[in-house]
Nanobody, 120 residues
């Protein structure tokens, strides 16, 4: 079973930057996709960025050019660099991963969430 621990959220002024980290630990054979989601107050959860094991990345249109997802496979860690933050980026950000267990079964795991607040 995989556990995800997130860090890096906080309060930042518009135009500022934050870097989120999500480290996976536990027992697994391999990690496939790693992604960041967010849920703003009163809104549905949305996929912000995803990084596949093959190095392909994809982004929500509203964050393209401002956010960058990267991963350190040796550390089983995924990052989300967020630049030029806007008030509409305010949300709880969740890390998600799809992984393969030692018996070949595939699972999904979620982090506990980290609050990002963009406000002056």
């Amino acid at each position: 079973q995989v556990q995800l621990v997130e860090s890096g959220g906080g309060l930042v002024q518009p135009g500022g930057s934050l870097r989120l980290s999500c480290a996976a630990s536990g027992s697994f054979f391999s990690i496939n996709a790693m992604a960041w989601y967010r849920r703003a107050p009163g809104k549905e959860r949305e996929l912000v960025a995803v990084s596949t094991s093959g190095g392909i990345t994809s982004y929500l249109d509203s964050v393209k050019g401002r956010f960058t997802i990267s991963r350190d496979n040796a550390k089983s860690t995924v990052y989300l660099q967020m630049n030029n933050l806007k008030p509409e980026d305010t949300a709880v950000y969740y890390c998600n991963t799809h992984y393969v267990a030692s018996d070949g079964s595939t699972f999904s795991a979620w982090g506990q969430g980290t609050q990002v607040t963009v406000s002056s």
